[in-house]
């Protein structure tokens, strides 16, 4: 079995203004929508109190949402969570009441209202330890970027370091757009999945590059448009069934993960997705406009057994 | 130029037997078990208590299924949860006569059923972190700021002290917040107090300011090295406290570990009684220090021949020997600074150190005046329930605020009452700021949602790549199922901790896993297009494809390290699965599976194909179909 057959070099680069607009466009959108609308932050960021409570036959949201209501909380979300069965219950912290009377006098008050409510899980964040996370993911996510920057940088050549991050950041704002729009809720486990994207997705883009140095090593002739055009389709087929693979585990996690895994696979399928478009029309295309060259890929070959301090080394008459 | 030599084959033998070996404890699964070990510091756990418990065992007419003596604990395993509950019932009659003082914490627990060849080696299941069992998680945050507070506070009254025996006339000493401020009146005795806390007090650093008048002020401040020592025995004594309360809940394997430099984290796996942690982790254990009734009617009830007078009341001491002691309180454990197990200057005989702060040493002064040759006790109220620690006689009039307790009294014991007077009180206060707390019915479903993800991802990801790539996708298959067996089996080694976001990792590391193999068998194709023959196809596919699999997987890891680095909770629970699952991939889908290629293909001396399944050539060509091994 064969999936991708191409006679011929698709010529990608013909339309990188066409797709990079395409790719600029969603990239402003998504910054738009992260700065209108917000990350709807989950509670371990944001501080507060979280409450998992099953019940033996389908919650009556609305009803649990006026008891929890009642208490004197002014901004509480009760949702059902993975099954009508379960409700999510979040709760603000309140001034001058511990995290520990907070969840018992809710659980009691919900207790009260039905006697088969069971607390299945219980979470409680003070606000101090948010915001060092948010810190810390910033941190994560410098080093993240700062780290494959220098490696691309060594093993290939700044350009492709700098192609190679913007296009994986890229996604990364495309993914945080994509959880500010839908109002999505921004885990720990998201962020995870977002540095695992970034690092993953910069594979693609190393696969590519890797691709193209060979290409300027073998094809002496071939402009630098042709060697790219000619780099992406000899990897496009490995390009799409890896991620194919990739995107089969995701896809199971997302159909068999439960709730608590559900965006965390959701943030890695976006990812995943954009992660294909970006490294091969955006990283690609970037790379051309900072100006690789055959000079920059292949090094003069030193040659070796010469003292490189003989001043007469490969003198030659 | 397939062959791979004897050493390299030896090496993936090892390496599977090895990673067999590590991950085979996981598939036997629990039994349940009861868990003894020691509820006081006082109470060592031995041959002699496994004895008993054997004892005990027999006569209640429970044959266990294994009894495990590891040191500090004494692991019962059980056949069915019936007899579990029954054996714990029999060893906590045999073990506790008095249910309100319990010497031991017998608890309920889960004990791999592997065999014991196995954990001889080692080898045991991997550890499952909260979410995936069901259990409390708490981090409590330690007030430093109140430990140095407290620990200014007294050395401000040490100052006062040891200025008046130097005869350093001082018009005033003032604490002003973390630093004492010393009024001096000239140079003179400002050098004279220099000298006297460069003599005696090696924890503080001083500055100097002059005022008008000829006067000065002196301001002494902890230095920071003494401050780090301050803050690390908080921390300590706190975790020393903790643990002393933990005990209570009976819970078998209780985390409580330092995070950082304040902070303290509490697992207990199992526990579903939050409110009551809650309680017991955040009780203030008080410690009164009152005086012994030495009436005629109090010495009568002490004996037991009379009822306890009016104004007192009775408590028992450690050796159950009743002590009346008066209703009014001398002290708290809030003047008490630190408690020191030590020797006497002048019998060296075992004795406890006492230090008292500046307000606490004034009353205690007065209070030793007052009562030389009566009995004073120091009692400790836990749970409601007082206990005398200790009841000496007081001796002579002790000022200054450091107390001595010593007669009667051997190494051991001054150690444990150190320790009791210490427990009593927390070092500095605490507060939970993060809680978490999972059901067990959670738990387990979390398990199987893990482990459903894996499996069902694995397999598709198993029957594409056999269509797809036919004999080399069989390699890649195996070669992932080997990644999976030696993830598991790195992970039980180091025992690190598998959350649900590990079991997530498990599957992602998985899906990019198989990126490597994918990379290798296109390159081969490729190869084979351009027209190389079979054998130097295979060698220059995985030639080419390892710089491009080495250089995506270091980008990949550089992630899985900051996500170590600076993530927590399920974030690194995530991060330590994803790396160990990037480094067994290297080995897997390269080494490991160029080794089965090369058993397979390898030896074939005229090679015509190998099945890749079907290699399209563009230049209208036939396609190469997919053949078996070649003559």
Redesign the interface.
């Known amino acids: 079995?064969?999936f991708f057959?191409?006679?011929k070099d698709i010529p990608f680069m013909r339309h990188a203004l066409v797709l990079n607009v395409v790719s600029v466009v969603t990239f402003l959108l998504a910054l738009f929508f992260l700065f209108h609308k917000g990350l709807h932050l989950s509670v371990?960021f944001t501080g507060g109190t979280v409450m998992?409570v099953?019940y033996t036959q389908p919650a009556d949201v609305p009803k649990l949402r006026s008891v929890i209501a009642g208490l004197g909380y002014t901004d509480v979300q009760v949702q059902n969570f993975g099954t009508a069965q379960d409700v999510i219950i979040r709760l603000p912290t309140q001034k001058g009441v511990?995290?520990?009377q907070q969840?018992?006098i809710a659980f009691a008050a919900l207790k009260a209202s039905d006697a088969g409510a069971?607390?299945?899980?219980?979470?409680?964040?003070?606000p101090?330890?948010g915001e060092e996370?948010v810190t810390?993911?910033l941190?994560?996510?410098a080093?993240?970027v700062a780290?494959?920057m220098i490696?691309?940088a060594i093993?290939f050549e700044w350009k492709f370091a700098v192609a190679a991050i913007v296009a994986n950041l890229h996604d990364v704002v495309i993914i945080l757009g994509f959880f500010a729009f839908f109002q999505w809720e921004f885990s720990?486990?998201v962020?995870?999945a977002v540095?695992?994207v970034?690092?993953?997705s910069?594979?693609e883009s190393?696969?590519i590059f890797?691709r193209i140095r060979?290409n300027f090593r073998r094809y002496r002739k071939m402009d630098t448009v042709g060697i790219i055009d000619n780099a992406i389709t000899?990897?496009i087929?490995?390009t799409i069934?890896?991620h194919?693979?990739?995107?089969?585990?995701?896809?199971?996690?997302l159909?068999?993960?439960?709730p608590?895994?559900y965006y965390?696979?959701l943030a890695?399928t976006i990812g995943i997705c954009f992660g294909i478009y970006s490294s091969v029309f955006v990283g690609a295309a970037i790379a051309m406009w900072l100006g690789i060259k055959r000079e920059d890929m292949v090094k003069p070959v030193t040659q070796k057994g010469v003292d490189p301090n003989d001043p007469n080394a490969g003198a030659t008459v | 130029m397939n062959r791979y030599p004897v050493w390299k084959y030896a090496i993936i033998v090892i390496a599977l037997l090895v990673g067999f070996l590590y991950t085979l404890p996981n598939f036997f699964g629990e039994a349940p078990a009861v868990q003894v070990s020691s509820g006081k510091a006082t109470v060592k756990v031995d041959t002699g208590t496994q004895r008993r418990v054997e004892d005990a065992l027999k006569a209640a007419g429970i044959a266990p299924a294994g009894i495990l003596f590891d040191g500090n604990s004494i692991k019962i395993r059980l056949s069915t949860g019936d007899e579990q509950l029954r054996a714990k019932d029999a060893i906590q009659k045999a073990l506790i006569p008095d249910p309100a003082d319990p010497a031991y914490v017998v608890a309920l627990n889960l004990l791999s059923r592997s065999p014991s060849w196995l954990s001889a080696v080692g080898a045991a299941p991997m550890y499952l972190g909260l979410d995936l069992r069901g259990g409390v998680h708490f981090m409590l945050q330690v007030d430093m700021q109140a430990a140095l507070t407290r620990k200014v506070e007294s050395l401000s009254g040490d100052l006062r002290t040891a200025f008046r025996e130097k005869n350093v006339r001082h018009s005033g000493i003032s604490r002003n917040s973390q630093s004492i401020e010393v009024q001096l009146r000239d140079a003179q005795t400002l050098a004279a107090a220099k000298s006297v806390i460069a003599d005696q007090f090696a924890e503080l650093e001083t500055t100097e300011a002059p005022l008008a008048g000829g006067e000065f002020t002196l301001t002494a401040r902890i230095r920071a090295t003494a401050a780090r020592a301050i803050q690390e025995q908080a921390l300590k004594q706190n975790m020393v406290t903790l643990h002393n309360r933990i005990n209570e809940l009976g819970v078998a394997e209780p985390v409580i570990q330092q995070q950082g430099l304040d902070r303290i984290v509490v697992q207990l796996p199992g526990v579903q009684d939050t409110a009551k942690a809650k309680d017991i982790l955040g009780r203030t254990a008080t410690l009164e220090v009152r005086l012994v009734d030495e009436s005629t009617e109090g010495r009568a009830a002490e004996s037991g021949t009379g009822p306890v007078p009016f104004g007192s009341e009775r408590f028992l001491e450690r050796n159950s020997q009743p002590v009346i002691v008066k209703k009014q309180v001398i002290l708290t454990g809030e003047n008490l600074t630190d408690a020191q197990p030590g020797f006497d200057n002048q019998t060296q005989e075992a004795a406890v150190h006492l230090s008292l702060d500046a307000k606490g040493s004034r009353i205690f002064r007065d209070i030793t005046r007052e009562n030389i040759g009566k009995r004073m006790a120091i009692l400790l109220f836990e749970k409601g329930k007082g206990e005398v620690v200790t009841a000496p006689v007081i001796r002579s009039e002790i000022g200054g605020g450091r107390v001595q307790i010593s007669g009667r009294m051997s190494t051991t014991e001054a150690h444990d009452t150190a320790l009791l007077l210490r427990a009593g009180s927390l070092a500095a206060p605490m507060e939970i700021i993060e809680e978490r707390t999972i059901g067990p019915s959670l738990g387990v479903e979390n398990i199987t949602k893990g482990f459903h993800s894996v499996t069902w991802g694995f397999l598709v990801i198993v029957a594409f790549m056999c269509v797809y790539y036919m004999m080399f996708g069989i390699f890649s298959s195996v070669a992932l199922g080997v990644n999976l067996l030696l993830l598991v089996a790195v992970l039980s080694m180091l025992q690190a901790t598998l959350t649900l976001p590990g079991m997530a990792a498990m599957a992602l590391a998985l899906g990019m896993a198989i990126d490597s193999n994918v990379l290798i068998n296109e390159r081969v194709r490729e190869e084979l297009r351009g027209g190389a023959s079979p054998q130097a196809a295979i060698n220059a596919g995985y030639e080419r494809a390892w710089g491009t699999i080495l250089d995506s997987n270091v980008t990949t890891l550089i992630a899985g390290v900051a996500l170590l680095i600076f993530g927590s909770g399920p974030v690194r629970g995530f991060a330590v699965v994803h790396c160990i699952g990037i480094l067994t991939s290297m080995f897997s889908a390269v080494f490991f599976s160029r080794g089965l290629v090369n058993f397979w293909y390898g030896r074939v001396k005229k090679l015509k194909g190998v099945s890749i399944g079907t290699v399209w050539r563009p230049d209208g060509g036939k396609d190469v179909a997919p053949s078996t091994r070649g003559s």
């Open positions: 079995m064969e057959k191409f006679r371990e998992e099953g511990s995290s520990a969840s018992e069971t607390l299945r899980r219980q979470e409680f964040v003070g101090q330890v996370l810390d993911g941190k994560a996510l080093m993240v780290g494959i490696y691309l093993r720990l486990a962020l995870a540095l695992a970034l690092g993953y910069v594979n190393v696969v890797d060979e000899s990897t087929s490995r069934i890896t194919g693979s990739t995107q089969i585990m995701v896809l199971s996690m159909l068999f993960g439960g608590t895994l965390f696979a890695l």
